[in-house]
Structures are given as structure tokens and as C-alpha cells.
């Protein structure tokens, strides 16, 4: 299974951006769980959202009101919505799939497939 993130870009506070994260091989009907994790700089990979199979979605605090997670099974992708976004969202944003299970957890180490990234910056 190979995950390809995609989106990401150099955005003014304020602005909204979509990811796109594209599996391939087994379908993402398969794969469960779908995440988005985010990396900045200097700080430890952090949850952001997550989507079950049956469309059940958890946010984290920290993007509450401002990001939404979505998946479109017929094309293998799943989405995270940013809105209003802030200086503090400046990270690398990852997919991350978990074909095991169906809870939505939120720590990197239940996770077995991860894409390469997409940076998302916004200037202030």
C-alpha cells in the first residue's frame, strides 16, 4: 500500500487549503482507519484528524470548527479540509492508515502506512 499526500502550499492566515491523500493498491474501502498526522518544525508529529471506515470522524482540539476530514472511496482518497488557517498550522502534514482497526486513535504508533508528506505554510 503506497499513500500520496498532496495540497500543500504557501498561504496568507486566514486562507484555506484541501489536502489530498491517494492510496494505492489495496482500495482505501479496505483500509479502515485514515488519518491526517502534522510535523513542525522543532515539535513531535501531532494528530490532526481521522475518518473511520463507516465515515466516523474525530478532529483534534487544536483544529476543532477549522478542519474537516472527508473520504471518497471510489477514488481512493481521503481529504482534510483547512479553513481560517493560522501561523501555528505551518507543519508537514502526513496520511497514515491503519488496516487492523476500526478505532480512531490518535497516536502515530498505531498506524502502519504513512505517505511522504505535504508542507503546508501560512505567513502571518
Known amino acids: 500500500v503506497q499513500l500520496q499526500a498532496s495540497g500543500g502550499g504557501l498561504v496568507q492566515a486566514g486562507d484555506s487549503l484541501r489536502l489530498s491523500c491517494a492510496a494505492s493498491g489495496p482500495t482505501i474501502g479496505g483500509l479502515i482507519t485514515m488519518t491526517w498526522f502534522r510535523q513542525a518544525p522543532g515539535k513531535e508529529r501531532e494528530f490532526v484528524a481521522g475518518i473511520g471506515r463507516n465515515g466516523d470522524t474525530i478532529v483534534s482540539d487544536s483544529v476543532q470548527g477549522r478542519f474537516t476530514i472527508s473520504r471518497e472511496n471510489a477514488k481512493n482518497t481521503v481529504y482534510l479540509g483547512m479553513n481560517n488557517l493560522k501561523s501555528d498550522d505551518t507543519a508537514v502534514y502526513h496520511c497514515?492508515?491503519?488496516?487492523?482497526?476500526?478505532?480512531?486513535?490518535?497516536?502515530?504508533?498505531?498506524?502502519?502506512?504513512w505517505g511522504q508528506g505535504t508542507l503546508v505554510t501560512v505567513s502571518s
Open positions: 497514515a492508515a491503519n488496516p487492523f482497526s476500526s478505532a480512531l486513535h490518535q497516536n502515530a504508533g498505531s498506524y502502519y502506512y
